[in-house]
């Protein structure tokens, strides 16, 4: 592996996972001999140049891709197919081309066809976040102790998949190769399926009359103030999330709704054993997350 992984690398889009990105490649030194910005949006390529992200900043995305030996899309999923179809042309034989998208198989169909024979494609997902977005809402730490899991297509090139885990791995994160669509359930159920649970349970609050809605603001207890903090997220990523993982998302979420039509059975039939049963699972999946530091 080289002293430095990427002679220049080149970052599309600047937003809290582009600029955590390009803080810790900063920070460390021998991620990015050379940091390539671009940000369809001017005020945050304006900012990211003045919170010093990169060496350079690029307006025009064929300019930024131009003879980087590394590319990593850091935009919603919903853009990658015009991204991909505006690059294609200037990346450089031998290039990886990568990206940070919360959904697998849509990066696949959407960048995977457009990708030029000589560039390699190895699409990452780091599944680190938080609810903040934009340049400002970055930290170097983020990927620390989290997992990245790499979804490269069958017949990969093993020294492009060896960079990018090289990549992630200096960033302080654990990296994991998985099948596409593997990883579209899996994050199904552990990301899509609670942030749509998220953003419904506060709309059905704030459908509440205007006296209710201020007595739940006022008494939020804690397990709505973090229902809250998740509904804070950005509403184009996930939009774009849920549309692009439609299938996998539609299913957990009907056999969520089945599991809660049991938990409301329970509660209508007295079925305390049911309603202790659950809870006793709940609290037995908090704790191995905090055994695995994932908590
Ligand atoms: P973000 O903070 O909103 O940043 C995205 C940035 O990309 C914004 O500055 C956005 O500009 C810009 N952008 C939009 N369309 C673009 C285009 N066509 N070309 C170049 N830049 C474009 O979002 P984020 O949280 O960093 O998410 C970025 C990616 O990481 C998404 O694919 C998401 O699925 C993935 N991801 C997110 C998380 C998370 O928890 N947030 C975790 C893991 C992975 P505008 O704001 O003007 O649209």
């Not at 990066?107 to 977005?133: I, N």
């Not at 170097?140 to 960079?163: H, I, K, N, Q, S």
Request: overall charge negative; proline content about 4%; hydrophobic content about 45%.
């Amino acid at each position: 592996m080289p002293e430095i992984v990427f002679r220049r690398l080149a970052l599309i889009g600047i937003g809290l996972i582009g600029s955590s990105l390009a803080r810790v490649a900063r920070a460390r030194g021998d991620i990015a001999e050379e940091l390539v910005v671009h940000d369809s949006t001017p005020a945050a390529l304006a900012r990211a140049a003045a919170l010093g992200l990169g060496d350079r900043y690029e307006a025009d995305v064929s300019t930024a891709v131009s003879g980087a030996d590394g590319v990593i899309l850091c935009a919603p999923v919903g853009a990658f197919a015009s991204i991909a179809e505006a690059i294609a042309p200037h990346l450089a034989p031998g290039a990886i081309l990568s990206d940070v998208g919360s959904t697998k198989q849509s990066v696949l169909r959407d960048v995977g066809a457009l990708v030029p024979a000589g560039v390699h494609f190895v699409p990452a997902h780091p599944v680190a976040g938080t609810e903040y977005s934009g340049p400002d809402a970055g930290f170097a730490e983020l990927f620390e102790g989290r997992w990245c899991l790499l979804t490269p297509p069958a017949g990969t090139d093993r020294a492009a998949v060896a960079r990018m885990t090289e990549l992630w791995r200096r960033t302080g994160a654990m990296v994991e190769e998985m099948d596409a669509a593997h990883h579209d359930r899996v994050l199904a159920i552990v990301s899509h399926l609670p942030h749509l649970i998220a953003f419904t349970i506060c709309g059905t609050a704030d459908d509440l009359a205007d006296e209710t809605r201020q007595e739940v603001l006022q008494f939020a207890a804690s397990g709505f103030r973090d229902f809250t903090r998740i509904a804070a997220s950005d509403p184009t990523m996930w939009r774009d999330v849920f549309l692009n993982n439609r299938e996998a998302l539609l299913e957990m979420l009907a056999r969520f709704l089945e599991d809660a039509q049991a938990m409301a059975r329970a509660v209508r039939w007295g079925d305390g054993s049911y309603i202790e049963d659950k809870v006793n699972r709940g609290r037995k999946i908090r704790r191995s997350l905090i055994e695995l530091k994932q908590a």
